[in-house]
T-cell receptor
Framework: GESVGLHLPTLSVQEGDNSIINCAYS??????FIWYKQESGKGPQFIID?????DKRQGQRVTVLLNKTVKHLSLQIAATQPGDSAVYFC??????????FGKGTTLSVSS | DTAVSQTPKYLVTQMGNDKSIKCEQN?????MYWYKQDSKKFLKIMFS???????INETVPNRFSPKSPDKAHLNLHINSLELGDSAVYFC???????????FGSGTRLTVV
């Protein structure tokens, strides 16, 4: 079946750097995309979402970019902090279906 | 108040036993889900209920039976537990189509 994948299983950055986490999706019919953050022992936490009629959306310190031509999604975290250390998942769906999650990228931030 | 709460948080049981995991959401959402997260952190959809009706049932062994007594609750009953059922199970709820899910904190099931 169709699935969402991530390019890198781990990413290590220094505190204060900008982080970019990438995701490739395969279902061209998907019209809604979300990034989740999962800390150890907790459930996934919503970070930011974007619909297929947009290519960029900004939140507080986070930006999501969507490139529908190459079916690519990215999450940019500005001025990464130790508290950003977690597993990050992209997820996608189309109307009437459940969210499909990618495999996750573990972000490690060292101070 | 916890938006989506699951009980128990940890569950250790022997093979062959029957167990249940409970989930409640106080967000007034119509749709609830069960996901299974394996040891490699991969999250896979199991079931979805909308206003007490089953709408998604992925390829899950029929030993797993969800039950929704009302739209605020979605419980998961598992019969004849097997070692491969060991995982973290997450409940989630959704306000409506095209919106994000709110997840519970998970139930870590260990079958020995």
């Amino acid at each position: 079946g169709e699935s969402v994948g991530l390019h890198l299983p781990t990413l290590s950055v220094q505190e204060g750097d900008n982080s970019i986490i990438n995701c490739a999706y395969s279902n061209s019919a998907s019209d809604y995309f979300i990034w989740y953050k999962q800390e150890s022992g907790k459930g996934p936490q919503f970070i930011i979402d974007i619909r297929s009629n947009m290519d960029k959306r900004q939140g507080q310190r986070v930006t999501v970019l969507l490139n529908k031509t190459v079916k690519h999604l990215s999450l940019q975290i500005a001025a990464t902090q130790p508290g950003d250390s977690a597993v990050y998942f992209c997820a996608e769906n189309q109307a009437g279906t459940a969210l499909i999650f990618g495999k996750g990228t573990t972000l490690s931030v060292s101070s | 108040d916890t938006a989506v709460s699951q009980t128990p948080k940890y569950l250790v049981t022997q093979m062959g036993n029957d167990k249940s995991i409970k989930c409640e959401q106080n967000l007034g959402h119509d749709t609830m889900y069960w996901y299974k997260q394996d040891s490699k952190k991969f999250l896979k959809i199991m079931f979805s209920y909308n206003n007490k009706e089953l709408i998604i049932n992925e390829t899950v062994p029929n030993r797993f039976s969800p039950k929704s007594p009302d739209k605020a609750h979605l419980n998961l009953h598992i019969n004849s537990l097997e070692l491969g059922d060991s995982a973290v199970y997450f409940c989630a709820s959704q306000r409506g189509q095209g919106s994000g899910y709110t997840f519970g904190s998970g139930t870590r099931l260990t079958v020995v």
